[in-house]
T-cell receptor, first 113, second 111 residues
Framework: IAGITQAPTSQILAAGRRMTLRCTQDMRHNAMYWYRQDLGLGLRLIHYSNTAGTTGKGEVPDGYSVSRANTDDFPLTLASAVPSQTSVYFC????????????FGPGTRLTVL | SQQGEEDPQALSIQEGENATMNCSYKTSINNLQWYRQNSGRGLVHLILIRSNEREKHSGRLRVTLDTSKKSSSLLITASRAADTASYFCATDKKGAQKLVFGQGTRLTINP
């Protein structure tokens, strides 16, 4: 089924550990995004990539890094996890720019203890 | 504060009734989008309305946009149990290079 896949579905992580959340899309979309969703705060953009080889910072980038080596994959890395990074993480993509329809993955529920 | 803010925060209605959710925003936009999120799932795009459009329909959905009031509404007609979800508006604030999501309206359709 075409779309976006994310892995893992959920993860419990000890503080200080490194973690990479995976995101893959098969729609050949140029742009990809990472959001976190927290109760009462809605979705907030962490990082984005307008096209393969480029990335940019969103609203809450601190503590996170991304790479975009190819069109399909957009991994999000937490170098040293902290409890405030406990959240649900969504990857999304869009065919054109950030103003276009975004297609979301199913999310990764991350708990940092 | 959020660029897009939904109102009400929660809405509970009987199946078959119409549901109306509102979104207000603060600055000029190119487009406004509405998304649905079922519990435990990712967001699903419902409809995009451009700043030069006033109304748009998709099935049982009707979206209006009033740029003078910086507000939009989403109407779901003849609601069904399957419409139970959270609904978010998202605005592409000019110059911001990102979509900004509101905190959502949690809609419950009672059988």
């Amino acid at each position: 089924i075409a779309g976006i896949t994310q892995a893992p579905t959920s993860q419990i992580l000890a503080a200080g550990r490194r973690m990479t959340l995976r995101c893959t899309q098969d729609m050949r979309h140029n742009a990809m995004y990472w959001y976190r969703q927290d109760l009462g705060l809605g979705l907030r953009l962490i990082h984005y990539s307008n096209t393969a080889g480029t990335t940019g910072k969103g609203e809450v980038p601190d503590g996170y890094s991304v790479s975009r080596a190819n069109t399909d994959d957009f991994p999000l890395t937490l170098a040293s996890a902290v409890p405030s990074q406990t959240s649900v993480y969504f990857c999304a993509s869009s065919d054109g720019s950030w103003t276009d329809t975004q297609y979301f993955g199913p999310g990764t529920r991350l708990t940092v203890l | 504060s959020q660029q897009g803010e939904e109102d009400p925060q929660a809405l509970s209605i009987q199946e078959g009734e119409n549901a109306t959710m509102n979104c207000s925003y603060k600055t000029s936009i190119n487009n406004l989008q509405w998304y649905r999120q079922n519990s435990g799932r990712g967001l699903v795009h419902l409809i995009l309305i451009r700043s030069n459009e006033r109304e748009k329909h998709s099935g049982r959905l009707r979206v209006t946009l009033d740029t003078s009031k910086k507000s939009s509404s989403l109407l779901i007609t003849a609601s069904r149990a399957a419409d139970t979800a959270s609904y978010f508006c998202a605005t592409d604030k000019k110059g911001a290079q990102k979509l900004v999501f509101g905190q959502g309206t949690r809609l419950t359709i009672n059988p």
